[in-house]
């Protein structure tokens, strides 16, 4: 309501904008202060008013612009409410890896969903500019990056949208809509940033150009890859005021970085491949829109389609058409293919339904026609619309050879299109105007996805090209080597641009698909000799291409389904299904088809062991991807990296994932990939019921978010094994409150060898004891909790809340006080333990015999296992493991002397006259032990001299000739530790890794051996209780172990007794 003291002499209006800061005028100075006052109030008010009404006329033209969608061609009868059918896209923070190296539909085709740190929960659209939790300074500039069709220009549109109908962001005042493709029409004028705005914004012609800096106002620049102009960021030339007048391009940049307007919000979107034109610097959020996820896509289709019954049928043909569902991620191809689909099932039940990208594509360009024959020219002669598509087709081929998804009237006219007839056109191409300039309009051209750019051109060249050359002799060569120089071309391109292109060139080749296309080829021809020709060029370059990388692998095996060539397809499947894996090496590219083949495959895989294939460490990496189509993931000692995990856990949270069980052990996964994995526990889609991290040097506080997964509202994990982990008491602790909670449904619970104490039994009693806890299985073996841990444990199984039936507590150092407490729990609470594992400890017969017989007809142990016991088992850390050794004469090198019982080698200067032996080292002065390493062993050597190398080796190691293949630490076969000048070295299969000691090393070096677990570990030997870890290899031990020794001169070792 405006002030009364406007009531009383009204302001003296001039014919200029309204200012927040009027100028006095010189009459004004003698007027009394009262008067002054009321002027100023007045004129205050009337500032208020004017900003109000065109902050409110600008929202409601705003509205109406974006209150409707425009699918595809843009058209009355297309316009739809933008609220009734929008679904929330997938946004999340950060972004993708490898779009710039591959074409980008593609990538998303291929790559599961990333899960970054800050990704567990998507992005709203309204909040892009909302801080996230962890974050101190507010997000001034978001990047958003999408492939085409993803969504980007919608996503922006619905924010507007709810700005507009004052349901989001309200405290913004004004939001400007820029996009480049509209720019581009005025890229070479000359403008200020106000005289821009009122040319995209004529309602704002009441404003002076300084309220700008006084109102929150967001900047969206929509289409960065749309662009034709240069931004330019260096300072050559900067713009700080509204009116100052420079060009287009550098108007953006000084937005973009600040120096214009700095208190402006601005969001730019863009393909990928394009981002990079904006210094990292100048923006502070990159976020991706990643399009639907599989709940999403049902979400569109039945929104879009009012016939529910028909939305179903939809929506399962899609599901059963793997390419087709994995293309619905993009939102435009859902429209596509919804209305395709619906125009097949309401008009000719006769037609088959599409099953390849090529048949969808080529049924909506007809439907295209159609509609447009039916509204502008039924009578029309079929040859106009051939030479109407076929001009079409050649700007998109044109077009597509400059890197160009826009084009203007300059482009159309010229392929001969005559732009004053839009209505031959309207049916494939999007219009979008602009007026330039209050005197005339230009218009801008796109097709209706690149994809469909991409569909033309290939439809140009076959035409062009194919069915152009019928009449002459070398007709089926000059096909051939149209489709081989197309695979060629694709091949060779590092952003796989023209993958998409080629698959629609193959496509369109088969005679099936000509015929669909019959109105506007005047004749088919017989191509299924060039195709055959074709796909076994493919075929070859899939096998015999070791060069070939995996995005190009995998759209050659597309394009051999494009064509509906299954016998590749068929031949993986047998190699799958027979087990070959290891007969044959596998190319990396072989991998690539492998892995895309397991994850399109309609029937699940029960088990993926990733260490069958016979394949370099980049196939295997390849292959991962599987897992999101297996039962069983068996990725143990597979070198996986932080990418493997992402891919893992990208596998775990898809919806109706079928993965069960995932044996990650004896890989580094450090913190981040221990992280990916609990944070897909949490995922409600992930129904993984067994986890083995088995040697993942995982440490205490990396079990904290185990522990948050285990206590998750939906944690469906069953059996967890951490065995083999630096865990410590303070990381069980974490884990065993974790039991405790009513979410954790955990049964079996593996910590053996983790260097616990007794110290830790306390948590582990009470979680035992606990009403909630479901565990059943319970292994702590190789830890040593002592009599004084068993006992605490002891004081649990005695509790009728327990309901253990398994308990592992091998080589625990449990002696005959320990199995009296067992036994007497077990009197207690008889009715529950099955099985008990006392194996590597010390306890006398006669307590045995209490534990073994029970009076009790309750009493249910029936297994107890006490083997290899002895006093010696009572011994800390892996001493308890002791093994008695001697050197093997048969494989002593010549130069190499044994004596003491065998037990001490020195090398000597005389050769020795060792009988001849296939098993003598010739070369390399080496000897290996007598005894092979069974289950767990450690034993201890004295060294002295020069130096000496201690070795765990294959017996299969080769012994003759002077190279790696017989050098201990050299070769796949062997392990070792080079002890030398003061150092240590650790070395296998050639790799070395230098060890730093801080203090000077002993001359006594102790080996433990764990075969189960796969381990070897190194120690140095200060005194008879220290043991200080040197290094440990991780791996899958296929053979037996021996002990072995190579000797430099004047060197000897000694093994203990």
Request: hydrophobic residues 35%; proline residues 3%.
């Amino acid at each position: 309501m405006k002030s009364h003291w406007s009531m009383v002499e009204p302001p003296q209006f001039r014919d200029e904008a309204v200012t927040s800061h009027p100028r006095q005028d010189k009459t004004d100075s003698d007027l009394p202060e009262e008067t002054e006052d009321m002027h100023q109030d007045c004129h205050d008010e009337l500032v208020k008013d004017v900003l109000q009404r065109v902050k409110d006329e600008h929202k409601s033209i705003m509205k109406n612009k974006f209150e409707s969608l425009f699918e595809g061609i843009k058209a009355q009868e297309n316009q739809t409410l933008l609220k009734r059918i929008y679904t929330q896209l997938y946004i999340i923070e950060g972004e993708s890896e490898g779009v710039n190296e591959e074409h980008e539909v593609l990538h998303m085709e291929k790559k599961p969903r990333r899960t970054q740190d800050l990704q567990d929960t998507p992005i709203y659209c309204i909040d892009i500019f909302k801080p996230q939790s962890h974050q101190r300074d507010k997000t001034k500039s978001v990047l958003t990056k999408g492939i085409a069709g993803i969504g980007k220009t919608v996503s922006v549109h619905k924010f507007i949208l709810d700005w507009a109908e004052g349901t989001a962001n309200q405290d913004v005042d004004f939001m400007f809509l820029l996009p480049f493709r509209e720019l581009n029409l005025i890229r070479e004028h000359r403008y200020s940033l106000h005289k821009l705005l009122l040319d995209f914004h004529p309602e704002l012609q009441d404003l002076d150009s300084k309220i700008y800096e006084e109102c929150k106002v967001v900047f969206i620049f929509d289409g960065l890859d749309e662009s034709r102009m240069t931004l330019m960021f260096s300072d050559s030339e900067k713009v700080s005021d509204v009116t100052d007048t420079s060009s287009v391009a550098v108007l953006m940049s000084n937005l973009m970085k600040g120096d214009l307007l700095p208190s402006a919000l601005i969001w730019i979107t863009s393909r990928p491949a394009a981002a990079n034109q904006i210094p990292s610097k100048y923006i502070t959020r990159v976020t991706e829109i990643q399009g639907f996820n599989d709940a999403q896509k049902e979400e569109y289709f039945r929104k879009n389609i009012s016939d529910e019954h028909q939305a179903s049928r939809i929506i399962s043909h899609i599901r059963r058409a793997r390419s087709l569902h994995i293309m619905c991620h993009i939102p435009v191809f859902c429209w596509i293919s919804s209305t395709v689909l619906q125009k097949i099932l309401t008009q000719d039940h006769s037609e088959e339904i599409p099953k390849t990208l090529s048949e969808m594509y080529i049924h909506f360009l007809l439907i295209q026609m159609k509609m447009k024959n039916e509204k502008y020219d039924p009578e029309r002669d079929p040859e106009i619309n051939r030479e109407v598509i076929m001009k079409l087709a050649e700007v998109a081929f044109k077009q597509l050879m400059k890197g160009n998804v826009m084009f203007y009237e300059e482009d159309l006219r010229e392929c001969g299109i005559d732009i004053t007839d839009a209505s031959l056109y309207s049916g494939i191409c999007t219009e979008i105007f602009k007026e330039e300039s209050v005197s005339h309009q230009r218009k801008i051209f796109s097709f209706i996805h690149l994809t469909f750019h991409e569909f033309l051109a290939a439809f140009y060249v076959f035409y062009h090209y194919v069915i152009k050359m019928t009449d002459t002799l070398q007709f089926f060569d000059i096909v051939h080597s149209l489709q081989k120089k197309a695979v060629d071309k694709a091949l060779e391109s590092e952003t796989g641009h023209l993958d998409l292109f080629l698959r629609f060139l193959l496509g369109i080749s088969l005679e099936s698909n000509q015929r669909l296309l019959q109105d506007l080829l005047t004749h088919t021809v017989d191509t299924s000799h060039t195709i055959s020709e074709t796909t076994q060029y493919i075929k070859d370059q899939i096998k015999n291409n070791d060069g070939l990388s995996a995005d190009r692998c995998i759209n050659l095996f597309l394009c051999l389904l494009e064509v509906k060539d299954q016998t590749l397809y068929r031949e993986i499947e047998e190699f799958v299904r027979t087990d070959k894996h290891s007969e044959k090496k596998l190319s990396a590219a072989h991998c690539s088809a492998i892995a895309y083949m397991l994850q399109m495959s309609e029937e699940v895989m029960d088990e993926f062991d990733l260490k069958k294939y016979n394949t370099t460490q980049e196939g295997r990496r390849r292959l991962i991807p599987a897992v999101n189509n297996c039962t069983r993931a068996l990725l143990a000692d597979c070198n996986l990296t932080v990418q493997s995990c992402e891919i893992i856990s990208s596998a775990l949270q898809s919806s109706e994932s079928p993965l069960r069980e995932l044996d990650v052990s004896n890989n580094d996964l450090q913190d981040s990939g221990v992280k990916l994995i609990s944070d897909a526990l949490k995922n409600t889609n992930c129904q993984l019921q067994m986890l083995r991290l088995s040697m993942c040097n995982l440490i205490g506080e990396r079990c904290e978010r185990l522990s948050s997964a285990l206590q998750s509202s939906n944690s469906p994990l069953r059996e967890l094994d951490v065995s083999n982990n630096n865990l410590q008491d303070s990381g069980v602790k974490l884990i065993s409150y974790a039991l405790k909670n009513t979410n954790c449904q955990l049964q079996i619970l593996r910590l053996s060898s983790c260097n616990l104490t007794g110290e830790c039994c306390e948590s582990l009693s009470s979680t035992l004891q606990s009403s909630e806890s479901p565990l059943r299985e319970f292994d702590v073996s190789n830890n040593d909790l002592q009599d004084s841990g068993v006992k605490i444990i002891s004081d649990a199984l005695k509790s009728h809340n327990c309901q253990l039936q398994i308990l592992r507590l091998s080589g625990c150092m449990v002696t005959d006080e320990g199995c009296c407490y067992l036994a007497s729990a077990l009197s207690s609470n008889p009715s529950h333990l099955r099985e008990l594992d006392l194996s590597y400890n010390h306890p006398q017969h006669s307590t045995l015999q209490l534990l073994a017989y029970q009076d009790d007809p309750n009493y249910t142990l029936n297994k107890l296992n006490v083997d290899h016991g002895g006093e010696f088992r009572n011994k800390a850390g892996p001493r308890k493991w002791v093994c008695d050794l001697t050197l093997d004469p048969n494989t002593a090198h010549p130069h190499l002397v044994l004596w003491d019982e065998n037990r001490k080698v020195t090398r000597g200067i005389d050769t020795q006259l060792y009988p001849a032996h296939q098993d003598r080292f010739e070369c390399y002065q080496q000897v290996l032990c007598r005894e092979s390493l069974t289950g767990r062993c450690y034993w201890e050597a004295e060294l002295s001299g020069l130096g000496v190398v201690v070795s765990v080796s294959y017996k299969s190691i080769s012994r003759k000739g002077l190279n790696d293949d017989c050098k201990f630490g050299f070769n796949v076969k062997s392990w070792c530790l080079i002890c030398t000048d003061n150092r240590f070295t650790a070395c296998h299969n050639n790799n070395e890794t230098v060890i730093s000691v801080s203090s000077t090393p002993s001359n006594s070096v102790g080996v433990f051996v764990d075969m189960p677990a796969g381990s070897l570990s190194f120690y140095s030997v200060s005194d008879p209780h220290t043991l200080t870890h040197l290094h440990t290899f991780n791996t899958t031990f296929t053979q037996p172990l021996y002990a072995g020794f190579r000797i430099y001169s004047n060197s000897s070792v000694s093994l203990s007794k």
